[in-house]
């Protein structure tokens, strides 16, 4: 029996960089727009539970909003840079999801920003 079989640790090197290249191969045939919507999902997301909008957010100890405020500001920048490349309807829904992303941080905070100086507000103008 040989010790070097492709489930071994001595073959796994070949496979590894035989999935890298496949990973590369991948990502090249993804669009810019579905990479940036994707990244712009994931950032809603996470500031979505940030933000508490999660089932049971606060007694999972999953609000917070500095948190929250960092991950509205990369949505907001992302998504006004991209804007223009990215077309009206995939746009509007993302600047849709911001707005409500930025309308439930100022609701969940004690003291809320003064108008435009909210998370996200100096790409995106005050949302009040």
Do not use: W
């Not at 073959?11 to 999935?19: I, R």
């Not at 500001?73 to 309807?89: E, Y």
């Not at 409500?100 to 998370?119: C, I, K, T, W």
Request: with cysteine; proline share 5%.
């Amino acid at each position: 029996m040989s010790t070097d079989s492709p489930t071994s640790p001595a073959g796994d090197q070949p496979n590894a960089a035989d999935d890298v290249a496949q990973a590369t191969r991948d990502i090249a045939d993804v669009n810019a727009v579905e990479v940036i919507t994707t990244a712009a999902v994931h950032l809603m997301s996470a500031a979505a539970v940030k933000c508490g909008l999660a089932e049971d957010a606060d007694s999972q100890g999953h609000l917070d909003l500095d948190e929250a405020r960092k991950l509205i500001n990369a949505l907001a920048a992302l998504v006004t840079a991209s804007a223009p490349d990215l077309g009206n309807q995939h746009a509007r829904s993302l600047r849709d999801g911001l707005k409500s992303l930025q309308l439930a941080f100022r609701e969940a905070s004690v003291y809320p920003d003064a108008p435009g100086e909210g998370p996200g507000e100096k790409f995106t103008g005050s949302v009040v």
